[in-house]
Nanobody, 116 residues
């Protein structure tokens, strides 16, 4: 059974930091492209950051320089380090694993709220 489980969300003040984790099971993690997406109320889900099996990250323009995606293949886990958080970063953050051979899988999401 495939599982992607996000953790690390919460309430943080503007300018603060959070580190999200997505731990996977049931997939060959090392071959998957992993991505972090977010969805704010009333908005479409958008890509925040992605990292391929070759460790080549990409970021949405809105988070460049503030967020860092990384992966630990030994732990089957992908991370999203978020710094200098802004109120507009408030959203549910989702982890996604993608493989051309095996398909796509989503986590259940974790809420991030940036507010004073």
């Amino acid at each position: 059974q495939v599982q992607l489980v996000e953790s690390g969300g919460g309430l943080v003040q503007p300018g603060g930091s959070l580190r999200l984790s997505c731990t996977t099971s049931g997939i060959i993690f090392s071959i998957y492209h992993m991505g972090w997406y977010r969805q704010a109320p009333g908005k479409q889900r958008e890509l925040v950051a992605g990292i391929g099996s070759g460790y080549n990250p990409n970021y949405a323009d809105s988070v460049k320089g503030r967020f860092t995606i990384s992966r630990d293949n030994a732990k089957n886990t992908v991370y999203l380090e978020m710094n200098s958080l802004k109120p507009e970063d408030t959203a549910v953050y989702y982890c996604k694993g993608s493989s051309r051979l095996y398909g796509d899988y989503w986590g259940q999401g974790t809420q991030v709220t940036v507010s004073s």
